[in-house]
């Protein structure tokens, strides 16, 4: 049996990374055979929100974005992380069969605090209750961006580790999964550094009007003129115009790019297209959210329902773990 799972922070608005990179493979899933767990890491979000208004108001946001983007709760188990305690029990059984060493391997955590992000041990410690997420439903696929790679292969070790030392079969090995292209695996941010709710670089995937014009505005470009032959793997704008286009047309732009000359497209027109493009994207799926979220009380109890159903899930493993080391 295959069981599909994975999570978003409520850290912030979902962007274009988020999107392309996860959730949008996470809605795709729906259609394969097999089990479907997405979760609201809200646990997760406790190492950066330390607002309680904020984190609730990030959970529903999250929520109605996933159902506006497709999600259906009928068909996925979709829940609110903290609905489901066993995942805290598991960490723990973890975290005692994990070395420091390999977390002070975490990429993720080196990128954080080299951008002057405080390290608390929950920010340390990530990889391992994002292990106990993974392990504590038997998930078998994970899908998720490249920068979440590691930290499925240290669940692998964890599960490894622990199987090892009890002499049981308690976790099955999971494996991740990428979006089908490089370009959807790591999006960029504005400043061409991977997008990233905490580092400020990210578009919200419902930004509109103005604001959408703006923030395209403040995509990372340079002086060169429009007649200049430039290289399109230089042009960051490129990158952004890869996520929403057609392979033909993403050619045709980049070759116009390449050749420079008198009709060749300046900055300003990719920023046209790109708007275009976003806004064709977007556009139903955003109307759909104002009125999913104009509902708290339907999006709570939804994720109620579908705490329900992990929990239940959950406490099955958590009982085998705990029989495993003798906890029981
Ligand atoms: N830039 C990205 N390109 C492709 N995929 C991405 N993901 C995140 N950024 C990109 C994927 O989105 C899923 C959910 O991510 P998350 O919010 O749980 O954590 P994250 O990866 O740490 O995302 P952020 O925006 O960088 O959050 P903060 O700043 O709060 O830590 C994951 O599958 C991730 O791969």
Redo the contacts with the bound molecule.
Sequence with gaps: MTTFL????P??RP?L??Y???IRQHVDSQEEEGEHYFFI?DY??LT?VQDADSLRANVREMAATYFALGLDPERVVFFRQSDVPQVAEITWLLSCVTGMGLLERAH?FKDKTAKGIKPSVGLFTYPILMASDILAYDSTIVP?????VQHVEMAQDMAGHFNAAFGSQVFVRPEYRLPESEA??????LDGE??????GN?LWVFESGKRLKKAVGRILTDSREPSEPKDPAGVLLLDFLALFLEDTELEDWRNRIREGGQDAPGYGHLKVRLIEAWEETFAPARQRFEEYLADPAALDSTLALGAERARERACIVRDRAYRACGLR
């Design positions: 994975s999570g978003i922070q850290s912030g962007h990374g988020n392309f990179g996860a890491a997760h979000a950066s993720s998720v961006g490249k920068d979440q959807l695996a790591k999006v960029p941010g991977k997008m990233s709710k905490s580092y990210d």
